[in-house]
């Protein structure tokens, strides 16, 4: 049976996974203005409290990184530490996650694809199906090929995305001839309310920085590299958000009613400080959209393939192609839902479809980042090498996943979204139904499984060449 290309990704390849499925570029060109109609002022301090909440989540499931390579990642995870019922949850959340965002950014990219050429006196109008059918077989076809190619197009681009946001950002300060914004930094007019609500939003900002993890199959040295692209994707993603917070907010004269009410915030700043930038910003914002989406479909193809490896679901989506060696089938599942899905609701405003399916996608990535922040010190308390550090760690990682978690029901938002959380719910139970249907027909499955997880406690803690005998 063809696998999964062995060794044959580096540090920076991983880094392009996490970071294209992050996609910086989307906080400056969107999210600046959600965070700002709530928090006002102290958006950039937002950004730095997501990011150390985030880091604590990244150092937890780089615990389980750095002892558990697999292209499962969290369904694996979760599973050698607290049960295969648990990490079969938490893989089918995941799933959910990465195929909500691959839709999500679909959509962004044909927004930011129509308002490019719009920018240069292009405008074209080609009807939503259309683009999304043309989204998503790029998709699959830089997918499908060598991991090693869809990894460095999803960094090249970002590079180039965020470069672009960088001379927007530095033309914005050089206009203030780099002056200190006292009033953000004094956090004036900012409530405490305001800043603990626009952090839920803010960590959704974050979402992707994990999916590193799930080339934990084909990287080369996974213990070593898959933590350090997880850590440093959270640590330089937090940066890059809380300083384009801080000059978006700048160069919109610390008006944070306006930027609040800004569609499209680094856009109006390039027409008022330079017009020349805003179709290059564009561009970048769609280079940016379309690699995160990749590396979406990517992630969730190798979600897919694990769960179709220990057949929790058809085996055949546990298929690699015997050349490029992806996961060929699952990966074709994917593109095929997410244009499926999109096509559906094609008739609804972008911008709203695009809040609908990050929202959903939300749900899944908390739950399993709460899941990983339990099961490291979890396992690492069996394995023998927990020390302080980690307790912290993970305990600081559950109370802010819940805090988040809570964020996101409570205050009641407004329909569709107050549905949201119960269709998430009930999507979760119908894997839980699934897999309790699974577990009575075919016991072997898991069993299959137990017999996996005992025989890589054992590699953990003793044999470092110990095989995974499920074929994971």
């Known amino acids: 049976m063809s696998e999964l290309r062995k060794d044959s990704l580096s540090f920076f390849e991983a880094l392009g996974q996490s970071v294209a499925n992050v996609s910086p570029t989307l906080t400056p060109a969107l999210s600046v203005a959600v965070v700002a109609s709530i928090a006002g002022n102290a958006s950039w301090f937002v950004f730095l409290l997501c990011t150390v909440a985030l880091v604590m989540v990244a150092l937890n499931i780089g615990e389980l990184a750095g002892r558990i390579p697999a292209a ?11 049960g295969p019922v648990w990490g079969v949850l938490s893989g089918w959340a995941m799933l959910a996650a990465y195929l909500f965002t691959a839709l999500a950014l679909t959509i962004a990219t044909s927004i930011f694809v ?16 259309l683009m999304y059918l043309i989204i998503s077989a ?16 999803g960094l090249t681009l970002e590079a180039i995305s965020v470069t672009i946001i960088v001379i927007v950002l530095a033309i914005v300060l050089a ?6 914004d006292t009033t953000q930094i004094t956090l004036k007019g900012a409530n405490f309310g305001g800043i603990t609500q626009a952090i839920v939003f803010g960590i959704f900002s974050f979402v992707g920085f994990e999916s590193a993890a799930s080339l934990g199959k084909e990287t080369k040295n996974p213990k070593v590299i898959i933590p350090k692209a997880i850590i440093w994707t959270a640590i330089s993603s937090g940066i890059f958000f809380m300083i384009s917070a801080y000059v978006i907010t700048q160069g919109f004269g610390d008006n944070a009613t306006a930027l609040g009410a800004s569609a499209a915030p680094i856009g109006d700043i390039t027409n008022h400080f330079s017009k020349w930038m805003t179709a290059p910003v564009y561009f970048g914002a769609t280079v940016s959209s379309f690699a995160c989406a990749l590396a979406s479909i990517n992630a969730f193809g190798r979600m897919l393939f694990s769960l179709g490896r220990y057949q929790f679901v058809h085996r055949s989506m546990g298929v690699v192609h015997k050349k490029q060696h992806t996961p060929i089938a699952a990966l074709s599942v994917g593109v095929v839902l997410n244009f499926i899905i999109c096509a559906i609701f094609a008739n ?6 695009y809040g609908w399916y990050g929202t959903l996608a939300s749900f899944g990535f908390i739950i399993v980042y709460l899941m990983c922040s339990i099961a490291a010190p979890v396992l690492l308390r069996r394995t023998g090498e927990m020390k302080p550090k980690h307790a912290v760690t993970g305990v600081l990682g559950v109370l802010f996943m819940l805090f988040a978690l809570g964020g996101s029901v409570y205050p009641v938002p407004a329909a569709p979204y107050n549905y949201f959380p119960y269709a998430f719910a009930a999507y979760m139970l119908l894997g839980f139904a699934w897999f309790s249907f699974v577990k009575r027909r075919s016991p072997q499955v ?3 499984i137990q017999h996996d997880l005992e025989g890589a406690a054992i590699a953990i803690g003793h044999i470092e060449n110990a095989a995974i005998a499920a074929g994971e």
Not at 119 to 129: L, Q
Not at 348 to 353: D, I, R, V, Y
């Open 72 to 82: 499962g990642s969290f369904f694996i995870y979760v599973s050698r530490s607290l």
């Open 114 to 129: 129509k308002t490019f050429f719009t920018s240069i006196g292009m405008p074209i109008a080609v009807p939503n199906i």
């Open 138 to 153: 790029l998709i699959w076809i830089f997918a499908t090929r060598d991991i090693r190619i869809s990894s460095r197009i």
């Open 175 to 180: 206009h203030y001839h780099f002056a200190p």
């Open 348 to 353: 609804n405003a972008e911008p709203n479809t």
């Open 446 to 448: 898991l069993s299959g």
